[in-house]
């Protein structure tokens, strides 16, 4: 399944926007490499970082833009940015652990697509609410991939 960005997944801020697209397509990614039968090597290995790395740098950046807007979900924000960086942890062991290794891709793809899905609508699109009020956090901007 191919995330598909949809106006409802909007939060108000084209930069969080622009940063939950890039978590779309890496996540794709990883789906395409799943499909492919691909579960190891370098190709793997880096979109694994680059995805964590990139989401961590993102939550910094949407967790600032909520304190300062003073959304409403801010502090429900942070607890479920922990609860996913748990789960990453886990996979993440469990991918250095256990064979064959394109199962338990599968099951972190399937949670990713659906915790990305579940938390844009429901938490990150509360910043909607005060999209008037200008986010200048100090991490203006991640890459666009």
Same mark, same amino acid.
């Given at each position: 399944?191919?995330?598909?960005?949809? /106006?409802? =997944?909007?939060?108000?801020?084209?930069?969080?926007? &622009?940063?939950?697209?890039?978590? !779309?397509? =890496?996540?794709?990614?990883?789906?395409? =490499?799943?499909?492919?039968?691909?579960?190891?090597?370098?190709?793997?290995?880096?979109?694994?970082?680059?995805?964590?790395?990139? &989401?961590?740098?993102? !939550?910094? =950046?949407?967790? %600032?833009?909520?304190?300062?807007?003073?959304?409403?979900?801010?502090?429900?924000?942070?607890?479920?940015?922990? %609860? !996913?960086?748990?789960?990453?942890?886990?996979?993440?062991?469990?991918?250095?652990?256990?064979?064959?290794?394109?199962?338990?891709?599968?099951?972190?793809?399937?949670?990713?697509?659906?915790?990305?899905?579940?938390?844009?609508?429901?938490?990150?699109?509360?910043?909607?609410?005060? &999209?008037?009020?200008?986010?200048?956090? %100090?991490? /203006? &901007?991640?890459?666009?991939?």
């Amino acid at each position: 399944m191919t995330l598909e960005w949809k /106006e409802t =997944y909007s939060t108000g801020s084209q930069t969080i926007d &622009a940063q939950h697209r890039s978590l !779309f397509r =890496y996540t794709d990614q990883l789906g395409q =490499y799943i499909a492919d039968g691909v579960s190891s090597g370098r190709d793997v290995d880096n979109l694994m970082g680059t995805l964590t790395g990139y &989401a961590a740098a993102h !939550f910094l =950046y949407e967790e %600032g833009c909520m304190r300062q807007r003073q959304c409403r979900l801010h502090e429900k924000n942070i607890q479920e940015h922990d %609860g !996913f960086r748990q789960q990453v942890a886990v996979f993440s062991q469990r991918l250095e652990d256990e064979r064959p290794r394109l199962q338990v891709l599968r099951e972190l793809h399937e949670m990713l697509e659906g915790w990305l899905v579940m938390h844009i609508v429901e938490v990150d699109s509360t910043l909607r609410e005060k &999209a008037l009020k200008p986010c200048g956090v %100090g991490h /203006e &901007a991640l890459p666009q991939t």
